[in-house]
């Protein structure tokens, strides 16, 4: 019976402890989210991001799977042929992708190699016609296998048309700007930083919609927030997203690119990561970029 007392004591003592630790622990952050108002979203989301790439990594249990030190590509019978590309590919560009924007990583990153744009789609439950070459999400790089909409990988060009008009470096570009911001960011925002990286690396750039649509028309920062994907000209919201980080880049240079990247990542907002690192608010930095042009 004393036994039992003292147990009980010992464990009311250890939950009150344990209730006191949490308690300081949210105090904590609670001080630090004044300051850094996304700072508990990005702790939250590290967690989110690191089950759901294990989710996908179970789901492709039984997929065959070719290993670099950097990189864990899954995939199917069919694209035995294939894969060596892909791997031979963001070999040739990664390190170059986070020399730009500061970037180490240690853990292997998982890319899945689906056969067709349909099992890729079906993989997000998307409808059949939405289509994408290479999709970033939380952690994994998912990509529609090159021989769907390569051809003939046998003739001698395949592998630069790949490198060029393929989806490697750019969705290797979102992945380290969701690691270094700790899913802090706006899609306006990495989908500028993934087109400048790879127009830098591969020379590739879609149509220069922005630059010949009246600086009226162009979409306010908000709606390109909120409705990225449902903007009724495609083209133009990401061609502005071009546009803008281009500027940011020719006007600060990388070096203030990546202070920002830093306070995202220690839970800044955009518009007081731009105040801080190049004296401008996200509405003011538009303004001037809308009228350099
Ligand atoms: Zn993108």
């Not at 147990?7 to 004044?34: D, E």
């Not at 924007?101 to 990153?109: Q, Y």
């Not at 744009?117 to 998307?126: D, E, H, M």
């Not at 649509?213 to 162009?218: F, I, P």
Request: hydrophobic residues 40%; proline residues 2%; aromatic residues 12%.
């Amino acid at each position: 019976m004393l036994q039992g007392t003292a147990y009980l004591k010992g464990t009311v003592r250890f939950l009150r402890l344990c209730a006191n630790i949490a308690l300081g622990f949210i105090l904590v952050l609670l001080a630090l989210s004044v300051k850094n108002p996304a700072l508990p979203k990005s702790l939250a989301y590290g967690f989110v991001r690191e089950t759901a790439k294990k989710e996908v990594e179970f789901r492709t249990r039984n997929w065959n799977s070719l290993k670099s030190e950097q990189f864990l590509i899954k995939y199917q019978d069919q694209d035995l042929d294939n894969v060596n590309l892909v791997l031979e590919t963001i070999n040739m560009d990664f390190q170059k992708v986070n020399e730009i924007l500061n970037f180490t990583n240690n853990a292997k990153i998982p890319i899945i190699v689906y056969p067709d744009s349909l099992s890729l789609g079906k993989s997000f439950g998307w409808d059949s016609d939405q289509s994408a070459m290479g999709v970033y999400w939380a952690g994994v790089i998912r990509i529609v296998s090159p021989g769907e909409w390569l051809g003939d990988l046998a003739q001698g060009d395949a592998k630069e048309v790949f490198r060029k008009k393929g989806p490697m470096v750019h969705e290797y570009a979102h992945l380290v700007v969701d690691y270094r911001t700790r899913g802090n960011y706006t899609r306006w925002f990495t989908e500028g930083i993934a087109q400048l990286v790879e127009k830098e690396i591969t020379g590739f750039q879609f149509e220069n919609t922005a630059l010949n649509t009246d600086r009226a028309e162009w979409y306010d920062l908000k709606d390109m927030d909120r409705d990225f994907d449902s903007l009724p000209s495609q083209s133009l919201a990401y061609s502005q997203s071009l546009v803008m980080i281009q500027w940011l880049v020719d006007e600060y240079g990388y070096d203030d690119l990546n202070a920002i990247l830093n306070h995202l990542g220690a839970g800044k907002t955009l518009n007081q990561a731009f105040q801080i690192v190049i004296g401008k608010t996200l509405n003011q930095f538009m303004e001037a970029c809308k009228n350099s042009y």
